[in-house]
Nanobody
Framework: QVQLVESGGGLVQAGGSLRLSCAGSGIIFGVNTMGWYRQAPGKQRELVAWMSILGNTNYADSVKGRFTISRDNAKNTVNLQMNSLKPEDTAVYYC????????WGQGTQVTVSS
């Protein structure tokens, strides 16, 4: 059974940084395109960053230049370095397979104060 566990969220001031991590069991990240999604209150979940099997990365326009996705195949983790955070980045962040997500983890809350 797939289990995804996200961590690293918290409360940060605008302009600050956070690093999110996701650990998986029952799934091998290195043979999947993995991404980070987020869901803000009252909004639909959106995909913000993803990395292909070959290591190619893509970002939503809203985070391009500020967020960096990375993957450690040996540890079966995927990370999201978030810099220059803005209040509009406030959301619960989840990692999952792209484009067809599997079972969702609990997510990690990121709150950016102005």
């Amino acid at each position: 059974q797939v289990q995804l566990v996200e961590s690293g969220g918290g409360l940060v001031q605008a302009g600050g940084s956070l690093r999110l991590s996701c650990a998986g069991s029952g799934i091998i990240f290195g043979v999947n395109t993995m991404g980070w999604y987020r869901q803000a209150p009252g909004k639909q979940r959106e995909l913000v960053a993803w990395m292909s099997i070959l290591g190619n990365t893509n970002y939503a326009d809203s985070v391009k230049g500020r967020f960096t996705i990375s993957r450690d195949n040996a540890k079966n983790t995927v990370n999201l370095q978030m810099n220059s955070l803005k209040p509009e980045d406030t959301a619960v962040y989840y990692c999952n397979v792209v484009p067809r997500p599997t079972r969702w983890g609990q997510g990690t809350q990121v709150t950016v104060s102005s």
